[in-house]
């Protein structure tokens, strides 16, 4: 169903996955696998634990190495350069390149507590992008009053509450202007009473369809509001792909059905 | 009332004798102290950096440093370097010169273990968070891993420091006039052995009580900066009693 | 410069024989006076009578932050000044002010080995009606000595390293043979090259191998 031509970048795509291995010594994570997502697509990765979504992400965000194969962002490759035939890794300043069009919200939102609230989002977009200070300042405020926390620029992120931390890193990493948002299980470590509050904010950013967004998460109520597109994964291989209403309501794959049986019991 | 100078020669007795000698040495071990631990943070810096670097080379010239200094104590380093190497090079150093420059090694040797082990401790996701937000390299040890490490260099750093303070009577040793070296003297001239090397320990203590002050307070800005709030006060006890994980701040210099 | 392979071959004899013989007799003694002391240090430190507790935590504080050079001249030329008026040989000196500094270091690290001990090991022992010397000496003390021994190590290398102080006061050690050998001849480069080899030859390997030990017990 991906009418993948020759190789070769193309732009058609924004993420494209070809034959992508990833493996820890023994381990396959990711086993020669495929796949394609459009520009500004929404997709969900759901699946058993281990079966490679944040590995994905991860290898998107460069901060894993690949095994073999080659992943394109955007028509470039990630962390390869073309020399005469053949491909070569990549070096930093190509990383850094194709890493602008990403941005990351993690599981354990990672703010940096030897910033205020405003540094951590502003720090990137000065030091990175080279912004000029004052322009990187208003658009952050810009952005708090988004996230809902205006008036927590100036405190330190230790004092703020998890669902209130996630939301400034997910203001953070929009600073950057990505074109593609990573989102790995941001609210699976929150209290349940800071979830709602997070979901919504992203609920809001995806409906704008301006990004396009990877999502790793176990909520499947949450994954069909903001998802265009579902890929059930299992031993580093997509399972089951197609739209959430049907993923989640008729899965046509047996081990989809138990995926999620044993998600609702949970 | 008038102030009484601890230094002064009119004070009755051993004092008087003593304590001109005793203050001068103490100028001297001051002097000593600073300059070496000037040198031993430089390259505790420069090794410990270099120590996390992924180059292999840069890495395991670090790691020569590290154990070729910590192979032998400040004396017998003191010692190579006053008596010995003017047969290599040709002329020799000034003892106070030899002095620093030994301690400065030394002690950067240590130094730069407390440096490796704190940046090494900066928890991972937060090197990930600078790659995802586009940081460069430097940028990343520069504004995110550093600042974070620099709170757990400090304790151990302290302990180093006092370490310092006490290896500095060794350059007593080549005859650098500091506080042991007068202590010394004065004792071969006058006697009264008790008081004035009793005197002397209390300097030596005191200046070790104003080095675990001075860094306590720079421990807490520096828990501040990461938004770690540290106790005001205190259980009675040195910070350097409780040994830090690493082993440079355990057992220590060994 | 150029080293006199034959004046090396001569002097290492010496060096190696009645030198290291100081050296070793240094370390062995002074590693336990410190390994004893201050075992009874950390315990006085837990004593709950108060005053016995402060005096040796103040103990430990002062012995820490002064020098170890100036330790060993308080115990060699005071003591023969001060009732009752005992004179140590510089060696039994040497040996006695190295281990009490460092005694002070270990019984940091016994201290450390004991708080390690999980609190419900006391409890378990007081459950067990065991009286209070045999808590110690057959449950916390084992398990505290355990968690020890990698920084007991760590200072026995020390006390090893920081012997050549006792040359300052006239002990023929290593250093202070080489010293001697030097000043005979106004030579210093080949015997303390030797000497200081000599203390690299064996503090590194034994501080890496301290190094590997500690790693292994932290699993």
């Known amino acids: 169903m991906n009418p993948a031509e020759s190789a070769g970048p193309d732009t058609q795509w924004m993420i494209r996955f070809d034959k992508v291995v990833k493996r820890y010594g023994d381990l396959t ?28 992400l991860r290898l998107l965000m460069t901060l894993e190495r690949i095994t073999s194969g080659t992943i394109e962002v955007g028509g470039e490759y990630l962390s390869h350069t073309r020399r005469g035939d053949k491909l070569v890794p990549a070096d930093e300043k190509h990383l850094r390149r194709v890493r602008k069009r990403i941005g990351m919200v993690f599981q354990q939102f990672n703010l940096f507590p030897n910033m205020n609230v405003l540094r951590n989002i502003t720090e990137a977009p000065v030091r990175a992008l080279g912004r000029p200070r004052a322009e990187a300042e208003a658009k952050a405020r810009e952005l708090l009053d988004m996230v809902g926390l205006g008036e927590k620029a100036l405190e330190h992120p230790t ?75 299992d031993k580093g291989q997509i399972v089951e792909d197609g739209p959430p209403e049907k993923i989640f ?3 046509e794959e047996q081990r989809t059905r138990d995926f999620l049986q044993a998600i609702l019991k949970a | 009332m008038a102030t009484i100078n601890p230094c002064s020669g009119d004070l009755p007795g051993t004092f008087g004798d003593a304590m001109p000698f005793i203050c001068d040495g103490a100028v001297v071990t001051a002097q000593v102290t600073l300059g070496g631990a000037a040198l031993a943070i430089v390259l505790a810096a420069v090794a410990g950096l270099a120590s996390t670097s992924h180059a292999w080379l840069v ?26 190497m003017p047969a290599i090079t040709g002329y020799r150093l000034s003892p106070i010169f030899a002095g620093v420059l030994t301690l400065g090694l030394n002690l950067g040797a240590y130094g730069s273990e407390v440096v490796r082990g704190a940046i090494q401790a900066v928890p991972v996701p937060q090197r990930e968070a600078g790659i995802a937000l586009n940081f460069s390299t430097y940028q990343r040890m520069r504004r995110i891993i550093l600042p974070q490490a620099f709170v757990a260099m400090v304790p151990p750093g ?41 005197i002397v320990m209390v300097i030596y203590f005191l200046m070790a009580q104003v080095i675990t002050m001075v860094m306590r307070v720079v421990e807490r800005r520096a828990a501040t900066m990461v938004g770690r709030e540290t106790p005001k006060r205190r259980p009675p006890q040195m910070a350097w009693t409780d040994p830090a994980p690493t082993s440079a701040g355990g057992g220590g210099k060994s | 410069m150029n080293w006199d392979w034959e004046w090396t071959r001569e002097f290492s004899v010496e060096l190696f024989t009645t030198g290291l013989k100081v050296t070793a007799q240094i370390t062995v003694f002074g590693a336990i006076v410190a390994f004893i002391f201050g075992l009874l240090l950390a315990l006085l430190r837990r004593s709950k009578i108060l005053w016995v507790s402060t005096a040796a935590r103040w103990f430990i504080q002062f012995v820490r932050s002064t020098p170890l050079l100036v330790q060993l001249f308080f115990l060699f030329y005071v003591l023969p000044t001060i009732p009752p008026n005992i004179k140590l040989s510089a060696l039994t000196a040497g040996i006695l002010g190295l281990g009490v500094h460092y005694a002070c270091y270990t019984a940091e690290v016994y201290r450390a080995g004991i708080d390690g001990v999980p609190p419900g090991q006391f409890e378990a022992a007081t459950a067990l009606n065991l009286p209070q010397v045999r808590t110690w000496t057959s449950v916390i003390l084992p398990q505290a000595l355990r968690r020890s021994l990698p920084a007991l190590g760590n200072v026995l290398v020390a006390i090893f390293k920081e012997s050549p102080q006792l040359s300052i006061i006239t002990v023929l050690d290593v250093i202070g043979t080489a010293q001697e050998l030097g000043s005979e001849r106004f030579r210093y480069l080949e015997p ?28």
């Open chain 1, 29 to 56: 994570v990711l086993d020669e696998l495929d796949f394609h997502v459009r520009p500004r697509e929404r997709v969900t990765l759901i699946g058993p634990s281990g079966s490679g979504k944040t590995t994905i």
């Open chain 1, 159 to 233: 004092r703020l509450s998890g669902g209130q931390q996630q939301r400034v890193a997910i203001a953070r990493a929009l600073a950057m202007e990505p074109e593609i948002l990573l989102l790995d299980e941001v609210t699976s470590a929150l209290d349940p009473e800071l979830v709602a509050g997070v979901q919504d904010l992203l609920r809001d950013i995806a409906s704008r369809g301006e990004l396009t967004i990877l999502c790793v998460t176990h909520e499947m109520q949450f994954a069909q509001d903001i998802s265009d597109r579902v890929l059930m994964f």
């Open chain 1, 249 to 251: 309501t008729e899965p």
């Open chain 2, 59 to 84: 890495r395991a010239v670090a790691r020569v440093y590290m154990e070729f200094f910590r192979g032998a104590s400040v004396l017998v380093q003191l010692f190579w370097i006053f008596y010995a």
């Open chain 2, 158 to 198: 302290t302990s180093l420091l006092i370490e310092l303070l006490k290896a500095t009577s060794l350059v007593s040793a080549i005859s650098v006039a500091d506080m042991t070296y007068q202590a010394n003297v004065t004792v071969s001239s006058i006697g009264n052995q008790f008081t004035i090397f009793g």
């Open chain 3, 192 to 219: 303390l090259t030797v000497a200081g080899l000599f203390f690299l030859v064996l503090a590194i390997p034994a501080s890496i191998m301290i190094r590997r030990l500690e790693r292994r017990l932290e699993y």
